[in-house]
């Protein structure tokens, strides 16, 4: 019976690490591109000014850098269909974001309502994909919450520049960017919060009542007065736990 050794130019090829900064790279530019693509098909019909490229380009810059931190200290392994789900919602953030500088005529509301209804049903797909496909990470968390606060912070603005509610809308919007302000300047903001579905509820609640300031549909003060309340008693929830522990030993 013959025997085979294998040689050293015959063992298993060495395995190259996922290169996952790469395509994640190239998934934000077709994500970036699929919104500029939606801009330049619908600008004549909804009369969307020069500005509305730089407001998608923001909107879009804010949440992936804001998550890099996340994904430098995690080194996420796969991409997966979760993160794929959520940059498809960032496309049409980005749209969404477009029409920062319009007047808020009736189609404009309608088509942000519409998209804004969309991207708000997708929030809840990729979590139940990352579960289902056991690919949810800190990295995918974090994009997806990001993404969820740069929405929030587009329709707030959208629903003062459209007359909709006062400047105090944008309390909904600017929540999230003065909590982090707070955690780099305080120590004691650093504390890991638990884990809690109010927190979740919230969001959506502000998301939904957001999305009905800036609809056609009556009531706008009512529903902005909604999404603040929640929001605003979230982060009040938080903070008071915060405080009371903050000199506790982290």
């Known amino acids: 019976m013959w025997s085979i050794e294998l040689g050293a130019d015959m063992k298993s090829p060495e395995r190259h690490p996922y290169p996952f900064s790469a395509i ?7 994500a970036a591109s699929c919104a500029g693509l939606a801009i330049w098909a619908t600008s004549d019909r909804f009369e969307l000014s020069t500005h509305a490229l730089p407001w998608a380009i923001g909107a879009f810059a804010i949440p992936v850098l804001a ?10 392994q796969v991409m997966g269909h979760a993160n794929r789900v959520t940059l498809l919602r960032a496309s049409m ?15 404009q509301m309608l088509w942000v309502t519409v998209v804004a209804t969309l991207a708000l049903a997708m929030d809840g797909l990729d979590g139940w994909i990352a579960r289902l496909t056991d690919s949810a ?5 974090q994009l997806d919450m990001e993404f969820d606060a ?5 329709l707030s603005w959208l629903a003062v520049q459209w007359h909709q ?30 884990e809690s579905f109010r927190r979740k509820a919230a969001c959506v609640v502000g998301i939904i009542g957001l999305t009905l300031t800036v609809s056609p549909i009556p009531g706008a003060v009512i529903w902005g007065t909604t999404a603040a309340v929640a929001l ?10 915060l405080v009371h522990r903050r000199h506790r030993a982290l």
């Open 24 to 30: 994640l790279a190239g998934h934000i530019a077709i």
């Open 165 to 194: 509610t006062g400047p105090w809308i944008l309390v909904c919007g600017l929540a999230r960017y003065a909590w982090i302000a707070a955690h780099a300047l305080l120590p004691w903001f650093r504390r890991p919060l638990p």
């Open 137 to 141: 990470s800190a990295y995918g968390a």
């Open 93 to 107: 953030i980005g749209w969404i974001a477009a029409f920062g500088s319009t007047a808020g005529t009736f189609d």
């Open 232 to 241: 605003a008693g979230s982060f009040a929830v938080d903070l008071v736990w």
């Open 67 to 76: 998550s890099e931190p996340v994904r430098r200290a995690t080194h996420p």
């Open 150 to 154: 740069i929405l929030m912070l587009v």
